[in-house]
């Protein structure tokens, strides 16, 4: 796992997620990256929408320009981005990707936790993207005592 650079106002980025979850209620995930700019909720992956559609193609924001989400994805060259949200004691399956993955963690704690190969990192709310081999065995869990939601952007290297 390697920290970036850029540093992002987490604080504003909590706030749009906050705002556009009231125009786009969503449970698990929602697509903030499309084709057109206008899809919010077609998660899927890309070759189960569509034959000739791939990853990189889901590269416009759906969100505005003066959000600092659009900033994130634009700086950090990433496409297919969405927003994943674990609520209280809910994990992902053990699993591989294919590529490159930047998590932006906007809402955890330190009960919350991300495994790559049977190693355990917690993602800090720090404003900092953190990039992930997802090519790797990993998963994701909100373990927290409190119903508290684990948020993170995360996005697909090109």
Known sequence: MIKHV???DIDTIRAEINELSLSQPFDRQLLIQSVDGTNWHDVRSPYKIHEDLRDKDFN??????????????????IVRTRILKLNQFQCYTYHKDYGTRLHLAVDTNDQCFFIENYHVFHIPADGYGYEVDTNNYHTAMNCSREPLDRVHVVGIFR
Not at 65 to 75: C, H, I, S
């Open 60 to 77: 416009i924001p759906n969100t505005p320009d003066g959000f600092e989400l659009t900033r994130f994805m634009k700086e950090s060259g």
């Open 6 to 8: 850029i540093k992002f």
